[in-house]
């Protein structure tokens, strides 16, 4: 699993400091709901199955997390909430009556937007029909579909449970519950996927209700099953070539279609990006709850415990389950937008960039990385494609 940042040690409290407690700018808040049926062997989340933690967790979980949306309340105050999230793991491993508590849980402390975005993600072997009419019935607006693949040979190297049609017909019963918004999230490059294989895919899009799509290039990541596998030769490493080349087959089949891209991996129908989202690459507040979560409020950087048990023992005992913070300085923020707001569709302000980093502005736009549009720097296609080295050749 990804390792926790380095940082100053957090307060055992839980106080912010007082200009960050004062910050008015829009807040969001993420849920992680750690718990998986099985871990997929290229995952490196934060996650845990029932043979791992017993199968009282969950209700340790939801415990603990009561006690830390105390804590948050006390340190936010009033703040309004725009948008709310439920990642993981498998949000949906939970019951529906108690996903759609947490969400109340949150209301009762918390003034929500009348228009908030309410979101969980959604494995397609976790739910059905019912599932999601209580869901939309308890204020939830937005589904994120786990599908990967529609090919049943990239599942089972994804180690992916839910067969192609499930995934389909998740999506299908989402739209029918009443929910204006289903994304799809899709994964190419896995071995032994080949072109057609994705394209397959990317059909999906056009088989199902949905507004949205997240297409994420596989990355091997140390400490995963996948990441073994490859190093014995068991399968080879995704091929930057072929992952290129599976890129522009879903900016071209996704355009075709009328999905705008606004972010580097990220495709809307007009009205529906997830606003949730463009909250963290625009640098908005939000509170992470739960283990392993990661916040960020007023210009503080903080992140929980990761294990379940830890996280929960420590708030038993009165105290934050943070783990440590870090106070990001001003030119650590202003390179954070720069790494964050060049992934969007409108751009990065070119005033963000210090005079030797304009200076720079032109050797990318020169080749092809990049358009000027309003005194904004936009990436192309190719652009998208390097974005981290675009970010890398732009900064001091």
């Not at 929500?112 to 308890?138: D, I, K, M, Q």
């Not at 640098?283 to 990761?306: I, L, M, T, Y």
Request: net charge negative.
């Amino acid at each position: 699993m990804a390792q926790l940042p380095d940082g100053e040690p957090a307060p055992l409290d839980g106080a912010l400091p007082e200009n960050a407690r004062a910050s008015t700018a829009p807040l969001s808040m993420y849920v992680h709901v750690p718990f998986c049926r099985v871990r997929c062997g290229y995952c490196d989340f934060n996650t845990y199955t029932m043979t791992e933690v017993g199968d009282r967790a969950p209700g340790t979980y939801l415990e603990a997390l009561e006690r830390e949306l105390d804590l948050a309340a006390r340190e936010l105050g009033e703040r309004e909430v725009q948008t709310v999230f439920f990642g993981g793991g498998t949000p949906t491993m939970l019951p529906a009556p108690e996903l759609a508590g947490i969400l109340e849980s949150i209301r009762r402390r918390f003034p929500v937007a009348s228009e908030a975005e309410v979101t969980t993600e959604a494995n397609p072997e976790t739910v059905t029909p019912g599932y999601f009419e209580h869901l939309r019935g308890a204020g939830f607006t937005r589904i994120s579909l786990g599908l990967q693949s529609v090919v049943p040979h990239v599942l089972r190297v994804l180690e992916r449970a839910h067969t192609p049609q499930r995934g389909l017909d998740a999506a299908r019963w989402a739209r029918e519950a009443g929910f204006q918004h289903v994304s799809l999230d899709l994964i190419y490059g896995t071995p032994g996927e080949s072109l057609d294989d994705w394209r397959a895919s990317l059909d999906a899009v056009t088989a199902t209700p949905v507004d949205h799509v997240s297409a994420y290039s596989l990355i091997v990541e140390e400490g995963t099953r996948l990441a073994v596998q490859v190093r014995r030769g068991e399968v080879p490493m995704p091929d930057d070539d072929d992952l290129a080349d599976k890129y522009v087959a879903a900016d071209e089949a996704l355009a075709a279609l009328g999905f705008a891209n606004y972010e580097v991996s990220n495709w809307s129908l007009p009205g529906g990006e997830c606003r949730h989202n463009l909250a963290y690459w625009k640098g908005a507040d939000w509170w992470g709850f739960g283990p392993g979560a990661h916040s960020h409020v007023g210009g503080v950087r903080f992140w929980n415990r990761k294990h379940p048990r830890s996280y929960a023992e420590a708030l038993a005992a009165g105290n934050s389950p943070a783990l440590g913070r870090e106070v990001l300085t001003d030119e650590q923020h202003r390179m954070e937008r720069v790494l964050l707001e060049l992934r969007l569709s409108e751009g990065l302000d070119l005033e963000v960039l210090t005079d030797a980093e304009r200076g720079r502005v032109e050797s990318v736009l020169g080749a092809g990385l990049a358009t000027l549009r309003d005194g904004r720097l936009v990436l192309t296609r190719q652009g998208r494609l390097l974005a981290d080295g675009v970010v890398r050749d732009l900064l001091d």
